[in-house]
């Protein structure tokens, strides 16, 4: 069952020839045949997604189904979901059970989608690899010495295996493109305001987003879909007539100017990685697509930009973690001060604690404008790169990630090198765009994605191209072996 | 070589909204601890503020009020601190942009009148409170009063002297609440002030400043002060230096106590809160609230001595709180010939004192404007004399009913027949013939006597004008 697309399990599903109750049963066993080497599970919820699939069952027999009524679903930890702990991979949330549903969450409640469990992923959100989990790394479906990317890497890690048909995952820095590049899915980062941040632990405001993680285009555009819309919950949601993000599935790229920018294939890209791009490239060319070259001159800026901003966002979004009323707290704390320090010092991981440092740092007085206001500066001049970027072409192509997937411990004691593999994902967030990552090939048996960028709103178009190549490529139906 | 006193007051005015400036849990007051604290106001993971409109207009109220720039672009930023009644490890307030810019305010000390610049006032959340004692060797914290929303009103260092300063803060305590943004309840602490002092020699630079905080009402800011400056000025005098820090006034003794002993140099990295958006204040917005600005107590002053010929003093009364003010204005409206003169001698005299004397707010009186203007009507059309006016207000106050079910079955009616006070006028004259004697010799001042003796006679109802007219008829004979 998990080799049907989503499409395939819809049809059957409201056709009646299998149950929502079978197939999250079917995924339930092959969640408990191969996560424990996969790791891609934080929390594993058989109870809740049985009952979820029944109630599903009852949903598809009334005949006032959705699409996606009874497909199952995988939520990256970071999503609060009412009754089941939300850790956000961190020992500080390891008791922490959310007594409310995300946005996300309850919006794919409402459609009837069983929830498998939640995805391991960097503590926080923070980091390209998932290493920095509490509950330990999560393996590269393809290769098990590999890390499967990150943040979102337990999501990718459960779409490539096969170990959930549809996850959602959030991007901040590249945390959905990034781990789906490297584990061979597809994941859209949606323009900032698109899907409601109510309910997802934040790790940095101004750029972290929610969106899909799937096998292929079409099935991130029904899933996002599901996902998107206004929600009055979150100041940032943007107020803007219902979408349907699958409305140009089908239509030609004839003619369509696709952006090539000089400053993406320079220097840190993989000679390999790079094939890899120019083949899936020309075959959007072949389309009927038409290549032209621009220029994004402030790239190099990005990575300097986002690890000021990010990090000062993040050392106030984290200042909640305190030991007072929820997570980690230390024991027998001698005093106040006591109980802060210890909890957060025993409570939050390394790179987390480097970031908020960093943070920190950036914004305290003598430093504020030579760092943070410098920072948003690089921010203006990185989107603007953009906007005039899109004055010559309707899509930016590029590579997601400099390298295919690196090794489990490769970077950990470089974070810096670490930092680099979001070179070309980052800018995307500092503009607030929309960015998707589609399966392109493989260097060795490590995968590679396209990287797809247009202007704000474009998820249409975008979730299009990659379906158009989608078409006429299968890269993105290839499965590991040994999950067959 | 004399001293300056130089102080600034920021002034947290708690706005009367229903709900906190970010979620929307209520924000009565007294409530169970945490019962009113909702998980954005817990600062639980994932949640995010949505700001309270109803506090947009109110702060613009108030910019109007003082004359000052409203801020067309406002931003509310994080104040980072922890604090464990704090929540979220950051307070949600404005910085660089406030709601309201540079305004002034007009003061009153002794007579002599001065305008005192008020720096900024901007949007912000209470935070909540700690609880010590309740579990025996722990702290509580009660979140209910997190995320209240507050306007805080900073001045400029521009008041001299205790007096100037409560001055201030009184004028500002009445324009919050004659704007109806803020209840003005001291006790509950939804307006709050702490003063800035500090002393000088004449022509230096601004000395050291202690702040004074947690004082709720304008009695203890004065002393507080006044104990303050003697303090800073005997400390300086003896060489000694004022240390920059938060001293809290004790009451019983009538000194400031130094709170913190160990004086940090708070580094709140402040940013803008990227959770929120921008306020944008239009004209259009802003020309609606002015339109809907209710008269403000400077001006309701001006226009009762102009309009209605009242002191200086009887206006003050009259305006003392919006309450009061709009009282005296129904009264006014429902008597009959709207003798404004006589609404105003009795709303400052009988009224006032009657509130003053139970300790009561213009809301809390047991007679309404109905009940007032009942009574002058009374006295208007010569059912009752003023003096019997008297007996009546009190009969009022007590419960006893209207004026008229009053005077009905207190037989309390004026007896203007004239034939019964002619009756009565004789039997006085029959029985004093001797000062009757005295009078017509030329000692005039005797109809005082003849007068006084009348009304006796007729138990206070007789009407006093029609008395001297038919006495004087009857002694002339």
Redesign the interface.
């Given at each position: 069952m998990h080799n049907l697309t989503i499409k395939q399990m819809s049809e059957k599903l409201h056709a009646g020839e299998i149950t929502s109750v079978q197939l999250t049963q079917h995924y339930l066993d092959r969640i408990s045949k191969y996560d424990t080497e996969l790791n891609a599970y934080v929390s594993v919820t058989p109870e809740l997604a049985m009952m979820m699939a029944e109630q599903a069952d009852k949903k598809l027999a009334s005949g006032e189904a959705d699409l996606l009524t009874g497909i199952p679903v995988a939520h990256k930890d970071i999503f609060c979901t009412d009754g089941v702990k939300t850790s956000c991979s961190s020992k500080m949330l390891d008791n922490f059970i959310a007594p409310y549903d995300a946005h996300v969450v309850s919006q794919l409640k409402k459609v009837g989608m069983p929830i498998l469990g939640k995805t391991n992923m960097d503590e926080f959100a923070m980091g390209s690899s998932s290493e920095s989990s509490y509950y330990g790394p999560t393996k590269n479906p393809w290769n098990h010495q590999a890390v499967p990317g990150g943040s979102s890497g337990g999501a990718a890690a459960v779409i490539a295996a096969g170990l959930a048909p549809m996850a959602t995952g959030t991007d901040t820095g590249g945390s959905i493109r990034q781990p789906a590049s490297f584990c061979g899915i597809t994941g859209i980062k949606p323009t900032y305001g698109s899907v409601s941040r109510f309910g997802i632990v934040a790790y940095a405001s101004s750029f972290d987003q929610a969106g899909p993680m799937t096998r292929s285009a079409q099935d991130s555009a029904w899933l996002l879909n599901a996902m998107a819309g206004f929600d009055e919950r979150d100041s940032t949601s943007l107020q803007r007539e219902a979408v349907d993000y699958a409305a140009e599935l089908g239509q030609s790229l004839k003619g369509l100017k696709v952006g090539v920018p000089a400053e993406y294939f320079g220097e840190g890209l993989d000679a390999d990685v790079e094939a890899v791009v120019r083949d899936a490239i020309a075959e959007v060319e072949k389309l009927g697509a038409e290549v032209v070259e621009v220029h994004l001159p402030n790239k190099d800026l990005a990575v300097p930009s986002y690890y000021v901003l990010a990090p000062a966002e993040a050392s106030s979004n984290l200042s909640r973690f305190d030991g007072v009323r929820f997570g980690y707290r230390c024991e027998n704390p001698k005093d106040l001060e006591d109980l802060y320090k210890r909890s957060r010092s025993e409570g939050l991981g390394a790179e987390v604690k480097r970031r908020i440092m960093v943070g920190a740092y950036a914004l305290s007085a003598g430093y504020y404008d030579a760092y943070y206001l410098k920072a948003q500066k690089l921010r203006r001049m990185v989107r603007d790169d953009f906007t005039k970027a899109f004055e010559s072409c309707d899509v930016i192509m590029g590579p997601v990630a400099p390298t295919p997937a690196f090794n489990i411990g490769e970077k950990t004691d470089d974070p810096t090198s670490m930092y680099l593999a979001d070179l070309y994902t980052i800018p995307v967030n500092l503009a607030g765009l929309p960015g998707i990552s589609v399966p392109a090939g493989f260097v060795n048996d490590r995968p590679v994605g396209l990287h797809i960028v247009g202007p704000y709103f474009s998820e249409t178009k975008l979730l299009n191209v990659a379906h158009q190549y989608q078409q006429v490529t299968d890269w993105h139906t290839r499965m590991p072996a040994q999950y067959q | 070589m004399s001293w300056e006193v130089v102080i600034g007051l920021e002034i947290h005015a708690q706005l009367t909204t229903n709900t906190k400036i970010f979620s929307g849990a209520s924000i009565a007051y007294g409530a169970q601890p945490n019962t009113q604290a909702c998980?954005i106001d817990?600062?639980?993971?994932?949640?995010?503020?949505?700001?309270n409109e109803a506090v947009i207009g109110k702060s613009v109220m108030l910019g109007l009020a003082l004359d000052a720039e409203i801020g067309r672009k406002s931003v509310f930023d994080?104040k980072?601190y922890?604090y464990?009644d704090l929540?979220?490890?950051?307070q949600t307030s404005q910085f660089n942009y406030p709601i309201v810019g540079k305004g002034k305010l007009e003061i009153e000390v002794d007579g002599v009148k001065k305008t005192i610049g008020v720096t900024r006032a901007h949007l912000e959340e209470d935070a909540g409170k700690s609880i010590h004692g309740a579990v025996a060797g722990q702290t509580g914290?009660d979140l209910n009063r997190a995320g209240t929303p507050l306007l805080e009103i900073v001045s400029d260092p521009d008041l001299s002297s205790a007096k100037e300063a409560v001055a201030y803060a009184r004028k500002m305590h009445e324009l919050v609440q004659y704007l109806g943004i803020c209840d003005g309840n001291m006790q509950e602490g939804s307006f709050r002030v702490d003063s800035n002092v500090s002393v000088r020699r004449p022509g230096e630079p601004l000395g050291t400043r202690a702040e004074l905080k947690n004082i709720n009402s304008f009695r203890f800011i004065e002393k507080a002060i006044e104990f303050e400056i003697e303090r800073q000025i005997e400390l300086l005098e003896s060489g000694g230096k004022v240390v920059q820090e938060t001293r809290l006034y004790d009451s019983e003794n009538d000194v400031t106590r130094s709170m913190r002993t160990k004086e940090e140099a708070n580094?709140y990295?402040?940013?803008p809160c990227?959770?929120?958006?921008p306020v944008v204040i239009t004209e259009e917005t802003i020309e609606q609230i002015n339109a809907s600005m209710p008269e403000l107590p400077d001006a309701k002053r001006a226009r009762y001595v102009a309009d209605f010929g009242l002191s200086d003093y009887d206006a003050g009364v009259l305006t003392g709180s919006r309450d009061m003010a709009e009282f005296f204005e129904s009264v006014v409206e429902k008597t009959a010939a709207k003798d404004i003169k006589l609404c105003a001698n009795w709303m400052t005299s009988g009224f006032s004192g009657a509130l003053n004397k139970g300790g009561l707010t213009v809301k809390q009186s047991p007679i309404d404007a109905d009940k007032m203007a009942g009574m002058l009507n009374r006295i208007i059309d010569n059912t009752i004399s003023g003096k019997i006016a008297k007996q009546v207000f009190d009969a009022m106050w007590n419960g006893e009913g209207s004026a008229d079910e009053i005077i009905e079955s207190k037989g309390l009616k004026q007896i203007t027949d004239s034939g019964a006070i002619e009756a009565l006028v004789d039997e006085v004259l029959a029985n004093n013939p001797s000062q009757v004697e005295a009078y017509k010799g030329g000692q005039e001042k005797m109809l005082g006597y003849f007068v006084g003796q009348i009304m006796k006679a007729s138990g206070g109802q007789a009407n006093p004008g029609q008395v001297n007219q038919i006495l004087k008829a009857k002694l002339s004979d």
């Open positions: - | 998980p817990v600062g639980m993971p994932g949640m995010l503020p949505v700001l994080r980072n922890f464990p929540p979220k490890g950051y914290i580094d990295r402040y940013f990227p959770d929120l958006l």
